[in-house]
């Protein structure tokens, strides 16, 4: 005699009651085990977050960028929970802790430059992209400029300056008013003919105008390369005053501050999560070879860095050398201008230049050689 209906039932119900339980129970023991070494599991699981934030940047929320910019601090926790839960005999979460913190290992190539420029191949076809955020060359010294030769320079924060347009034969340069007398903007000069160009500005309440990003699509040789300059929302982040605070004894305006910087950082994660997507939007699928350049304002441990990492090369990634660090000025520990690079070039060193140090940035030249020619008319204007 079959079953019967009543019979699967209880079954059913049995099994499933078995395997609420057996969750049930997990969770229980997860739980024990996390409240007997909570520091250690909540490291892990930081690192495990940023981690993958990082690898693919899906969450374009201020949080997710705060988490991703603060890796290599969760890197060092993350080494430090596994090794003591070996030591704590939890074997098995700390060899899955082990395993998470070499997963990060190649992301912290975006820190270091480990290139051997001894390795790279010699051609006289390099094109050499200069990009530079000159702080309006307000402070400029001496000749300084002479040492600023390359086939195309992308400027942020621009200022009309004579000396460096003689020395181009093509430019794009837009600019919007920083103060009643002084125009800054973007700029990019080239020495071969500029067919398409495309700019905007970017507005901001209460502050200068001076971010926004011009993509040029250029004659090069025989083929049409595009190039984009973009300098993404400025922070006006300070840390110096927060040193001269503490340093001065003065707690309070310390953390004034400390929470000043948290709320700029906070604007500007927003805003250049837009921003970035607006510069996506003329690059990738594009037919023609491109390069972007400029001043991020981020570190490579977030969410615009990763976003453009999923379709572009990065220069100083691929040929950089040591840490490269760009900034002039506190914090100086970072480098937020970048060379980014579709697969149809081949980079073949990436260096910041240390001893131009008029700005508050320091310049980045990077080589390139174009690896399969597009075999494009002089005529041809770029229709995307």
Not at 21 to 43: E, V
Not at 147 to 168: H, K, R, S, V
Not at 220 to 227: G, H, P
Not at 279 to 303: A, L, R
């Amino acid at each position: 005699m079959l079953p019967s209906i009543h019979y699967y039932k209880s079954e059913i119900l049995y099994f499933f009651q078995g395997l609420l339980q057996n969750a049930f129970d997990g969770l229980i023991s997860s739980y024990r085990f996390f409240n007997q070494f909570p520091k250690a599991y909540s490291s892990l699981i930081y690192l495990f977050v940023s981690m993958s934030f990082c690898y693919y940047p899906i969450f374009n929320h201020w949080i997710a960028g705060f988490i991703m910019m603060t890796l290599p601090f969760a890197l060092l926790l993350g080494i430090f929970a596994s090794g003591y839960l070996f030591y704590k005999k939890q074997k098995m979460i700390a060899t899955i802790g082990a395993v998470w913190v070499l997963c990060s290992l190649p992301i912290m190539k975006r820190f270091v430059g480990v290139s051997n420029e001894k390795t790279h191949r010699i051609s006289a076809n390099f094109l050499n992209v200069l990009s530079f955020n000159s702080e309006s060359f307000s402070r400029i010294e001496n000749n300084s400029l002479a040492t600023l030769q390359a086939d195309i320079a992308c400027f942020q924060e621009y200022a009309p300056n004579q000396q460096i347009e003689n020395q181009y034969v093509h430019k794009i340069v837009k600019l919007t008013n920083f103060s009643e007398n002084r125009k800054v903007g973007l700029a990019i000069f080239t020495k071969y003919p500029i067919v398409k160009q495309y700019g905007k500005i970017w507005s901001r309440t209460a502050a200068p105008n001076i971010n926004g990003f011009i993509c040029a699509d250029i004659v090069y040789q025989n083929d049409t390369v595009r190039i984009v300059n973009t300098h993404l929302w400025s922070m006006g982040v300070r840390i110096n005053k927060a040193f001269d605070a503490f340093k001065h004894g003065e707690i309070k305006r310390f953390f004034f501050e400390i929470s000043d910087t948290i709320t700029r950082l906070k604007d500007g994660f927003n805003a250049r999560d837009k921003q970035v997507a607006e510069v996506e939007s003329y690059v990738v699928g594009s037919k023609y070879p491109v390069i972007i350049c400029g001043d991020f304002n981020e570190t490579p441990f977030s969410y615009t860095y990763g976003k453009l990492s999923l379709n572009f090369g990065n220069a100083f990634e691929e040929a950089g050398q040591g840490l490269g660090f760009t900034l002039n000025r506190h914090p100086y520990c970072v480098r937020i201008d970048q060379q980014f690079f579709s697969s149809d070039w081949q980079v073949q060193s990436c260096k910041t230049i240390p001893t131009i140090n008029f700005s508050d940035h320091f310049p980045v030249m990077a080589q390139y050689i174009l690896k399969k020619p597009t075999i494009a008319p002089l005529a041809l204007v770029a229709q995307r």
